[in-house]
């Protein structure tokens, strides 16, 4: 079917989301739908790839450790499973989501792209969507570079998210970002720091120690390595001469 009439046939479907973060989901007018463990991985990779994929591609990433007629054996097999609700649409030799399928992850890189925007005020739900994992558990060649992505985009733009909420005077979402980013990635000194700087704010001397001390602590235990004088100097007037 020619992409035009395939556009104009999907007015009417009903809503469906697919869920990236925090594990793979699909829902149809909020009601989740199962999905067979193959159909869920060419969902998802048409999710991330957002262009039209073609049916070579697809089956050669999907099915990398078979035979190339196995392989488009098995996405045929797929596309048959995933014909309802219809979620995946075909044109000539590609494969794409259905126009107006919403994916969770497509929002997110907008609040990453959107936490260091100045001209636009930090959403109060970024957070929570940009502490979750990309399809956590899943370990597959053509998904790993876009997880790896998203870790580094989402530690980021949680420090930028801290830093606006600081300044904005929103302490509480200030420290709920820096604690998200600690959480994401327990070994990353500046949002450590940026804690630590929220506590000597908020009037938390003791609490600023505990925090310095416990990334300390876990920086010698698992690299061997001292935190950097950045953050040290935050701490040093209140450890005296230790």
Same mark, same amino acid.
Not at 19 to 31: E, K, M, P, T, V
Not at 61 to 77: H, K, N
Not at 79 to 89: A, D, K, N, Q
Not at 99 to 123: I, K, M, N, Q, W
């Given at each position: ?8 046939a999907?007015n ?36 991330? !790839? ?10 050669a ?17 797929t596309?048959? !499973? ?8 075909t ?38 969507l940009l !502490? ?15 997880q ?6 989402? *530690?980021r ?7 606006r ?6 302490? *509480? ?19 450590? !720091? ?27 235990s ?11 100097r935050?701490?040093?007037p ?5």
């Open positions: 079917m020619p992409a035009e009439r395939v556009f104009a999907m009417d479907r009903p809503r469906t989301t697919v869920h990236l973060l925090d594990g793979f989901g699909l829902d149809c007018d909020q009601a989740r739908v199962h999905v067979v463990p193959s159909a869920r991985k060419l969902v998802a990779l048409l999710a991330l !790839r957002e262009a039209p994929v073609t049916r070579s591609v697809a089956a990433l999907l099915w990398r450790e078979t035979t190339a007629r196995r392989a488009a054996a098995c996405l045929r097999s596309l048959w !499973r995933l014909s309802e609700p219809g979620v995946v649409s044109a000539d030799d590609t494969l794409f989501l259905r126009p107006g399928v919403e994916v969770d992850f497509h929002r997110a890189r907008r609040l990453v792209d959107a936490a260091t925007s100045a001209d636009r005020a930090p959403e109060p739900e970024a957070v929570a !502490r979750t994992d990309l399809l956590p558990g899943w370990d597959y060649p053509w998904l790993h570079e876009e790896d992505w998203w870790r580094e985009a989402r *530690l733009a949680l420090e930028a998210l801290s830093a909420f600081r300044s904005s005077g929103d302490r *509480l979402r200030a420290h709920q970002a820096a604690l998200a980013a600690v959480q994401t990635d327990p070994l990353r000194e500046s949002a450590h !720091r940026t804690l630590v700087e929220l506590h000597l704010a908020e009037g938390n001397p003791a609490q600023a120690v505990r925090q310095y001390t416990a990334y300390r602590l876990r920086l010698r698992e690299l061997g390595l001292e935190p950097s004088p950045e953050i040290h935050l701490v040093r209140l450890l005296g001469g230790r």
